[in-house]
């Protein structure tokens, strides 16, 4: 999908009236009988007419803007937020001779030590093989298990259940709607963070742990479109949920159940 206000060249506040205007100046420029032999003028005019198509309709265009939103969240909620790069374990490399070398120094020393130098090579590099790599497939889960990550983003430590993260603010607390966030098929805790759209923008408004395995119940959640992003702690990979509108809910005060399966 495109930006339709870059496809108008106008901005993403403008009012109706620019937006009218500038569809009409676009069109006056791009329309087919003024460009009869210019096709990538007849796809300019498809795209333009499908831009204020949407924009015009009031309803449309909030579902637009949401989806603006969304992209610019997607871009700004990174690895930054939990820097966690756990490289695997790896053998340090160790160099022994090749063939060919030992051929060598063998042919140098004579042939009454042949045997005796061979076998004790082959001695030495059975031991340093078996010191070397039968300890790091011991201790390689150890290792793993050490790496793995306590604190969150802003340097406080994970609860030890399902909550809040200390130091992140609990913002917009209003409505009785409850969003039910199920990591239940999950290997690995996660990080989440609830964002709402406010003034044009997603701002985080919920942040939470969540153990492998469990759920957590965001309460106090009023109208609005919200999208959840969430970091498996494991790996670092982040994702991010289908965007979540509530709407009447405050004023009918008919309140949502709301389950978000990760």
Do not use: C
Request: aromatic letters at 10%.
């Amino acid at each position: 999908m495109q930006n339709y206000y870059d496809v108008l060249n106008v901005a993403q506040g403008a009012s109706e009236e620019v937006i009218r205007a500038a569809y009409r100046a676009l069109s006056q420029k791009y329309h087919p009988d003024r460009n009869p032999h210019n096709p990538q003028a007849h796809q300019r005019m498809t795209e333009i007419n499908q831009a204020y198509a949407v924009l015009s309709d009031p309803e449309k265009r909030h579902h637009h803007d949401v989806w603006i939103a969304r992209q610019a969240l997607q871009a700004q909620v990174s690895p930054e937020l939990l820097a966690r790069k756990h490289s695997p374990f790896t053998t340090p490399p160790v160099y022994l001779p090749t063939h060919q070398d030992s051929m060598i120094t063998l042919n140098e020393r004579g042939h009454g030590w042949i045997w005796f130098i061979g076998v004790a090579i082959l001695i030495v590099m059975g031991i340093v093989w078996w010191r070397l790599w039968y300890p790091v497939q011991q201790n390689q889960p150890v290792s793993e298990k050490a790496t793995v990550v306590v604190t969150a983003p802003n340097g406080h430590q994970f609860p030890l259940k399902a909550a809040y993260v200390t130091g992140y603010p609990v913002l917009r607390q209003r409505g009785d709607n409850r969003i039910l966030v199920d990591a239940s098929s999950l290997q690995s805790p996660v990080f989440a963070q609830l964002y709402e759209l406010h003034d044009g923008k997603f701002t985080a408004i919920r942040s939470f742990y969540i153990p492998a395995g469990e759920t957590f119940i965001v309460p106090k959640i009023g109208d609005g479109d919200f999208s959840l992003q969430y970091q498996r702690i494991n790996d670092g990979k982040w994702a991010v949920s289908d965007g979540i509108q509530i709407k009447n809910t405050e004023a009918s005060r008919k309140y949502q159940d709301i389950d978000i399966r990760l």
